[in-house]
């Protein structure tokens, strides 16, 4: 016969490691979590940039105006090849790659800036880098004055 007391011994045998393989599965569970929040947030941040750096390209390349059309005062366009080889030398002076076009009126110049983010955690699941892609544009204006504050 099988005292009570060697029972509970053998009871608690079973349930040896049991918290181990918990403990185990909830941290692997947490860096995921951790990894998924901080390689989300870099690619955040990452994007934030390549909006930024395609709104400078962009500016920049509007500043190349047609100066024949202006000086006639014919109209305040860019001009194609100026404005598309300055945005594309900013991005180039920033070490950004992207893509420049310019709107049939030239009035409109857009700037699509694109880019990775190499990952830090995701990298262990097989992720090694995510796409990044900025985008801006930047419209021509001329004789837009203020609006009339009620005075």
């Known amino acids: 016969m099988i005292s009570p007391m060697s029972r509970l011994r053998r009871m608690r045998r079973h349930d040896e490691g049991g918290v181990t393989v918990f403990v185990a599965v909830c941290v692997v569970a947490l860096i995921g979590i951790i990894g998924v929040a901080v390689d989300g947030g870099s690619k955040m941040r990452a994007t934030e940039r390549a909006d930024y750096i395609a709104g400078e390209a962009a500016r920049a390349g509007g500043q190349a105006i047609d100066p024949a059309q202006a000086i006639s005062g014919a109209a305040i366009v860019a001009d194609p090849q100026d404005a598309q080889a300055a945005a594309q030398a900013y991005l180039r002076s920033v070490g950004a790659s992207g893509t420049v076009s310019l709107s ?8 699509t800036v694109t880019s990775s983010y190499d ?8 992720i090694g880098s995510l796409a990044v892609t900025g985008q801006d544009t930047a419209t021509l204006l001329h004789g837009v004055t203020a609006p009339d504050e009620g005075n």
């Open 104 to 111: 049939g009126d030239g009035k409109t110049l857009t700037v």
């Open 119 to 126: 990952t830090k955690f995701l990298s262990v699941v097989g």
